[in-house]
């Protein structure tokens, strides 16, 4: 991504800013101008709000990355998952915080500011949100094989997110 079009979309990168409809409620991110619910009856125009999300949400959906998008090679393995918000979105974004074979699917998560990724020989570093647990994590014991519990990583959760 240019650097011009980082810093455009700076704002919403920062505070989660959306768009609500006031007509229906719905809310949207990235912010739209017209409510696609509301848009047949042509009301939805000019009724959105801006509306600032809170950044709790859930894991929906998510996938353990082994092999790095550049400037993410010191990452890995990293988890990258879909949390559909409390407000209803579902935002795209990496998993900090606790091994990757503690994320599951349900985890209650919270948006927080961290540094993204490295770009180029220049070293500018992009910010963003990433997903922090927001929930206490049960201890697991030592040594137990990785996806005995739960949802596997890689099967359920690719599926859930085709
Ligand atoms: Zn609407």
Redesign the pocket.
Known sequence: MSIARFWRETPRRYNLGGSK??????VYFPPRAV?????HHR??IG?MEPFQLSGDGEVFSYTTVHEPAEGFEMQVPYVLALVRTVEGPVLTGQVVDLAPEDVRIGLKVRATFRKLREEGKAGVIHYGYKFAPAEDLPNRPPGRPRGAVGAPAGSESDRAAA
């Not at 409510?35 to 848009?39: Q, V």
């Open positions: 409809c006031t007509m229906c409620g719905t409510c696609p619910t509301c848009a009301e939805s009724k």
